[in-house]
């Protein structure tokens, strides 16, 4: 017999797969990998990997793009404390482990949710609320919160023992941690780390590009790198902080984006605006912010502008935006 077991990656998830593996039931671990995600699995031996390999399981990764930035635009029950729509992400994961347990012919579904652990998703009318849009009441198993709350199908049918499943609940970490010590489980990500989404400062640009009607693949991707600035509705500029980011600035330019460089003989970063600069004095805007970025304190600077795809160029002797200045554009 076979079960499906969401596996974040976090303790709660690793433990949660543990009980059921012990139960002699063939376990495989769905990861669902959203744009806010910390880890894409492109070549990686993330703490998601290493879970599943120490549980000694197969992991499935599902990638949620489009169908995940739709849902954050406009989540049918709100965000958490940041920019995260966790009830509305719940049940879009569940939905995917429903359709990996049609597939493989996997009986039920694992979480490591834990009643009353998260202020938002957990409590217990949203837990029922969640499998009920998710469409699977009755055969989704928590088994470290199993015994307070109802019993579920493979329960009732004896797939599984429910003696053998925890009644736990509460924000309180000890008893997980105590249970983490006696399966010598140690490599583990804290609760929602991987979720950028929960990250205040990352909120606050997901919101901007909400906001300006930008929320794209294309425009998150750039979320991960540089200095952000919102020069008006149409136009942002990111600045890269290191060598690192404006190799990847170039990297992720498409046609039409703007570049920004300070000339050859100056140490500064690189740039990208994207959308329609409003004229020429947008343009000098940008130029003012590189120039404040820019290792040379001088009163003026050229900065090099082109637009991605042109070969045209054009050079910008401009006075360095104080640090009010930029800062009254830094989202
Ligand atoms: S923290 Fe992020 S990944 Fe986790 S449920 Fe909330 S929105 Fe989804």
């Given at each position: 017999?076979?079960?499906i077991?969401?596996?974040?990656?976090?303790?709660?998830?690793?433990?949660?797969?543990?009980?059921?593996l012990?139960?002699?039931?063939?376990?495989i671990?769905?990861?669902?990998v959203?744009?806010?995600?910390?880890?894409?699995?492109?070549?990686?031996?993330?703490?998601?990997?290493r879970?599943?390999?120490?549980?000694g399981?197969e992991?499935?990764?599902?990638?949620?793009?489009?169908?995940?930035l739709e849902i954050?635009?406009?989540?049918?029950?709100?965000?958490?404390?940041?920019?995260?729509?966790?009830?509305d992400?719940?049940?879009?994961?569940?939905k995917?482990?429903?359709?990996?347990?049609?597939?493989?012919g996997?009986?039920?579904?694992?979480?490591?949710?834990?009643?009353?652990?998260?202020?938002m998703?957990?409590?217990r009318?949203t837990?029922?609320l969640?499998e009920?849009?998710?469409?699977v009441?009755?055969?989704?198993v928590?088994p470290?919160?199993?015994?307070v709350?109802?019993a579920t199908?493979?329960e009732?049918?004896?797939?599984?023992?429910?003696?053998?499943?925890l009644?736990?609940?509460g924000?309180?970490?000890?008893e997980?941690?105590?249970?983490?010590?006696t399966?010598?489980?140690?490599d583990?990500?804290?609760p929602?780390?991987?979720?950028?989404?929960?990250?205040?400062?990352?909120?606050?640009?997901?919101?901007?590009?909400?906001k300006?009607?930008?929320l794209?693949?294309?425009?998150?991707?750039?979320?991960k790198?540089?200095?952000?600035?919102?020069?008006?509705?149409?136009?942002?500029?990111?600045?890269?902080?290191d060598e690192?980011?404006?190799?990847?600035l170039?990297?992720l330019?498409?046609?039409?984006?703007?570049i920004y460089e300070?000339?050859?003989?100056?140490?500064?970063?690189?740039?990208?605006?994207?959308?329609?600069p409003?004229?020429?004095?947008q343009?000098?805007?940008?130029?003012r912010i590189?120039?404040r970025?820019c290792?040379?304190?001088?009163s003026?600077l050229?900065?090099r502008?082109?637009?991605?795809?042109?070969?045209?160029q054009?050079?910008?002797?401009?006075?360095p935006?104080?640090?009010s200045e930029?800062?009254?554009?830094?989202?």
């Amino acid at each position: 017999m076979k079960a499906i077991s969401l596996i974040s990656g976090g303790l709660d998830s690793v433990l949660a797969t543990k009980l059921i593996l012990d139960q002699g039931i063939d376990v495989i671990g769905l990861n669902c990998v959203t744009p806010f995600s910390s880890c894409t699995h492109n070549n990686c031996n993330c703490v998601v990997k290493r879970a599943a390999n120490k549980l000694g399981i197969e992991l499935k990764v599902v990638n949620l793009g489009e169908e995940f930035l739709e849902i954050l635009k406009n989540p049918s029950y709100g965000y958490g404390k940041n920019m995260n729509p966790c009830i509305d992400c719940k049940i879009l994961m569940l939905k995917k482990a429903k359709e990996a347990m049609e597939n493989t012919g996997a009986k039920f579904i694992v979480t490591g949710e834990v009643l009353g652990q998260r202020p938002m998703s957990q409590k217990r009318p949203t837990l029922g609320l969640i499998e009920k849009k998710a469409g699977v009441e009755g055969i989704l198993v928590r088994p470290l919160s199993a015994k307070v709350l109802d019993a579920t199908e493979p329960e009732k049918n004896g797939l599984i023992d429910r003696g053998k499943l925890l009644g736990i609940s509460g924000r309180g970490r000890t008893e997980q941690i105590f249970l983490a010590k006696t399966f010598d489980i140690s490599d583990y990500s804290t609760p929602a780390g991987g979720c950028l989404l929960t990250y205040q400062g990352y909120a606050k640009k997901v919101d901007d590009l909400i906001k300006h009607n930008q929320l794209t693949l294309d425009n998150v991707f750039l979320l991960k790198i540089g200095r952000h600035f919102r020069l008006s509705p149409q136009h942002k500029l990111i600045v890269g902080r290191d060598e690192k980011e404006n190799i990847q600035l170039f990297a992720l330019a498409k046609k039409g984006d703007w570049i920004y460089e300070p000339q050859e003989e100056i140490r500064g970063p690189v740039a990208l605006g994207r959308g329609e600069p409003q004229g020429e004095a947008q343009i000098e805007q940008s130029c003012r912010i590189v120039a404040r970025y820019c290792d040379e304190n001088k009163s003026d600077l050229e900065i090099r502008v082109k637009q991605y795809g042109d070969d045209s160029q054009k050079n910008i002797r401009c006075a360095p935006f104080k640090d009010s200045e930029a800062f009254a554009f830094r989202i």
